[in-house]
């Protein structure tokens, strides 16, 4: 119990820690590189492979070109993408599906992550974005801080985050960034 308190106040330490040092410098925190989309990926799924493995979920990643490639901050889209699998992985059900895909079109590259789970309740879909805002079936080892540090990510790379819920349930995030 206290190792679980402990892990959970480190994560909510460092989430906060990169949430005040964005809205502090702003853009001025990114070191701007090319990332290679596919291979980021497959780094942040890997590092949940315990997790996947414990709850059975089936992670599927679309057909990516390796070439497929954005400009940002290694270090913070990491950290966005983290955030977003978290979330699909947290709220997928036993045995559930995470669908990764990923395409580019006037200049911007845009990663679709979709899972089985409950989706985004109606009643913060407007607020998902603010600090501290959890689902209605959130569970207390949450920060709630994931979606706004996504944001803020997202915004510091002149970027866009969407959130929707999938025709056939589930939640669905899309995360756009610059190709240049």
Same mark, same amino acid.
């Given at each position: 119990?206290?190792?679980? %308190? ?10 906060? &820690? ?9 853009? #001025? ?10 291979r980021m990926l497959k780094e942040c799924v ?9 709850? $059975? ?7 990516? @070109? +390796? ?14 993408? +983290?955030?977003? &699998?978290? @979330?699909?992985?947290?709220? %997928? ?10 395409? #580019?079109? @006037? ?8 899972? $089985? ?12 974005? @603010? ?15 994931? &979606? ?6 997202? #915004? ?8 929707? $819920? ?8 899309? &995360? ?5």
């Amino acid at each position: 119990m206290l190792d679980e %308190s402990i892990t959970r106040l480190e994560a909510f330490s460092i989430k906060a &820690l990169d949430i005040s040092q964005i809205r502090v410098k702003g853009a #001025e925190v990114i070191q701007p590189e090319k990332i290679f989309g596919l291979r980021m990926l497959k780094e942040c799924v890997k590092s949940y492979s315990r997790k996947i493995s414990e709850k $059975n979920l089936t992670i599927e990643i679309g057909e990516i @070109n +390796d070439k497929l490639y954005f400009t940002g901050d290694e270090v913070f889209a990491s950290k966005c993408f +983290d955030n977003i &699998l978290s @979330n699909a992985i947290n709220y %997928s059900p036993i045995t559930g599906k995470i669908t990764i895909t990923a395409k #580019e079109e @006037n200049g911007k590259v845009s990663f679709i992550i979709k899972d $089985n789970g409950s989706g985004f309740p109606a009643v913060v879909q407007n607020t998902i974005f @603010n600090p501290f805002v959890l689902g209605e079936d959130h569970m207390d080892k949450f920060t709630g801080l994931g &979606l706004n540090l996504a944001k803020l990510i997202m #915004e510091i790379h002149s970027g866009d985050i969407s959130i929707s $819920n999938g025709a056939d349930g589930g939640a669905v995030v899309m &995360l756009t960034f610059n190709k240049e």
